[in-house]
Protein backbone atom coordinates (compact mmCIF):
# COMPACT_ATOMS: atom_id res chain seq x y z
CA UNK A 1 0.00 0.00 0.00
CA UNK A 2 1.13 3.52 -1.01
CA UNK A 3 0.10 6.84 1.02
CA UNK A 4 0.40 10.29 -0.51
CA UNK A 5 0.54 13.20 1.72
CA UNK A 6 -0.67 16.50 0.66
CA UNK A 7 0.23 20.02 2.21
CA UNK A 8 0.69 23.65 1.17
CA UNK A 9 -3.25 24.41 0.09
CA UNK A 10 -4.74 27.92 1.42
CA UNK A 11 -6.68 30.82 0.98
CA UNK A 12 -4.07 33.32 -0.75
CA UNK A 13 -5.04 36.66 -2.86
CA UNK A 14 -4.87 36.94 -6.72
CA UNK A 15 -1.22 37.39 -7.73
CA UNK A 16 0.02 35.45 -4.98
CA UNK A 17 1.82 32.52 -4.73
CA UNK A 18 1.50 28.69 -2.86
CA UNK A 19 3.46 26.14 -2.49
CA UNK A 20 2.25 22.30 -2.71
CA UNK A 21 4.43 19.34 -1.67
CA UNK A 22 2.82 15.58 -1.84
CA UNK A 23 5.41 13.14 0.24
CA UNK A 24 5.05 9.13 -0.80
CA UNK A 25 5.31 6.64 1.51
CA UNK A 26 4.55 3.15 2.05
CA UNK A 27 5.78 -0.29 0.26
CA UNK A 28 6.52 0.39 -3.63
CA UNK A 29 9.53 -0.70 -5.79
CA UNK A 30 9.68 2.88 -7.73
CA UNK A 31 8.36 6.15 -8.43
CA UNK A 32 7.90 6.46 -12.25
CA UNK A 33 4.96 10.05 -12.97
CA UNK A 34 4.69 12.11 -10.25
CA UNK A 35 1.80 15.18 -10.22
CA UNK A 36 -0.56 17.63 -9.31
CA UNK A 37 -4.42 17.79 -10.71
CA UNK A 38 -6.80 20.19 -9.83
CA UNK A 39 -11.07 19.97 -10.11
CA UNK A 40 -12.79 23.45 -9.62
CA UNK A 41 -16.48 22.86 -8.85
CA UNK A 42 -18.82 22.27 -11.56
CA UNK A 43 -15.44 21.02 -13.99
CA UNK A 44 -13.67 18.17 -14.63
CA UNK A 45 -10.37 16.66 -12.96
CA UNK A 46 -7.33 18.47 -15.24
CA UNK A 47 -4.03 17.62 -15.12
CA UNK A 48 -1.91 20.65 -14.00
CA UNK A 49 1.44 19.75 -13.93
CA UNK A 50 3.45 16.20 -13.93
CA UNK A 51 6.94 15.02 -14.31
CA UNK A 52 8.62 11.74 -15.28
CA UNK A 53 10.72 9.44 -13.65
CA UNK A 54 13.38 11.15 -16.37
CA UNK A 55 12.50 14.47 -15.34
CA UNK A 56 10.31 15.57 -18.22
CA UNK A 57 7.89 18.19 -17.59
CA UNK A 58 3.86 18.48 -18.63
CA UNK A 59 1.60 21.83 -17.78
CA UNK A 60 -1.91 22.51 -18.41
CA UNK A 61 -2.10 25.57 -20.84
CA UNK A 62 -2.93 28.47 -18.62
CA UNK A 63 -0.58 27.40 -15.70
CA UNK A 64 2.40 27.76 -17.87
CA UNK A 65 4.96 30.28 -16.91
CA UNK A 66 2.80 30.55 -13.31
CA UNK A 67 3.42 27.17 -12.29
CA UNK A 68 6.53 25.19 -11.93
CA UNK A 69 6.20 21.15 -10.81
CA UNK A 70 9.28 19.95 -9.61
CA UNK A 71 10.51 16.76 -7.34
CA UNK A 72 12.90 15.40 -4.63
CA UNK A 73 13.86 11.69 -5.91
CA UNK A 74 15.55 10.74 -2.86
CA UNK A 75 12.03 12.29 -0.86
CA UNK A 76 10.12 10.62 -2.95
CA UNK A 77 8.23 14.19 -2.78
CA UNK A 78 6.94 16.40 -5.64
CA UNK A 79 6.44 20.21 -5.41
CA UNK A 80 4.06 22.75 -7.38
CA UNK A 81 5.54 26.17 -7.12
CA UNK A 82 2.06 28.45 -7.92
CA UNK A 83 3.11 32.26 -8.89
CA UNK A 84 0.75 34.84 -9.96
CA UNK A 85 -2.17 32.94 -8.91
CA UNK A 86 -5.87 33.67 -10.52
CA UNK A 87 -9.27 33.36 -8.77
CA UNK A 88 -10.04 30.62 -11.36
CA UNK A 89 -7.03 28.48 -10.03
CA UNK A 90 -9.42 27.78 -7.46
CA UNK A 91 -9.60 24.45 -6.63
CA UNK A 92 -8.53 21.37 -5.10
CA UNK A 93 -5.38 20.05 -6.30
CA UNK A 94 -4.75 16.66 -5.88
CA UNK A 95 -1.45 14.55 -5.54
CA UNK A 96 -1.07 11.42 -8.25
CA UNK A 97 1.88 8.92 -8.55
CA UNK A 98 2.07 6.21 -10.74
CA UNK A 99 3.73 3.71 -8.87
CA UNK A 100 6.48 1.08 -10.03
CA UNK A 101 5.49 -2.79 -8.64
CA UNK A 102 8.14 -5.77 -9.09
CA UNK A 103 6.29 -8.03 -11.35
CA UNK A 104 3.00 -6.12 -11.22
CA UNK A 105 1.42 -3.24 -13.64
CA UNK A 106 2.40 0.27 -12.15
CA UNK A 107 -0.07 1.38 -9.46
CA UNK A 108 -1.89 4.82 -9.88
CA UNK A 109 -2.71 6.72 -6.64
CA UNK A 110 -4.50 9.65 -5.23
CA UNK A 111 -3.68 11.99 -2.68
CA UNK A 112 -6.68 13.00 -0.09
CA UNK A 113 -7.08 16.59 -2.32
CA UNK A 114 -5.68 20.02 -0.93
CA UNK A 115 -7.69 23.48 -1.36
CA UNK A 116 -6.71 26.10 -3.39
CA UNK A 117 -8.41 29.01 -2.82
CA UNK A 118 -7.47 32.39 -4.87
CA UNK A 119 -9.49 35.81 -3.81
CA UNK A 120 -10.00 38.37 -6.70
Known amino acids: QVQLVESGGGLVQAGGSLRLSCAASGIFFSIEDMGWYRQAPGKQRELVGS???????KYEDSVKGRFTVSRDFAKNTVYLQMNSLKPEDTAVYYC??????????????WGQGTQVTVSS
Open 51 to 57: VSSGGTT
Open 96 to 109: NVLVGRLGRPPLNV
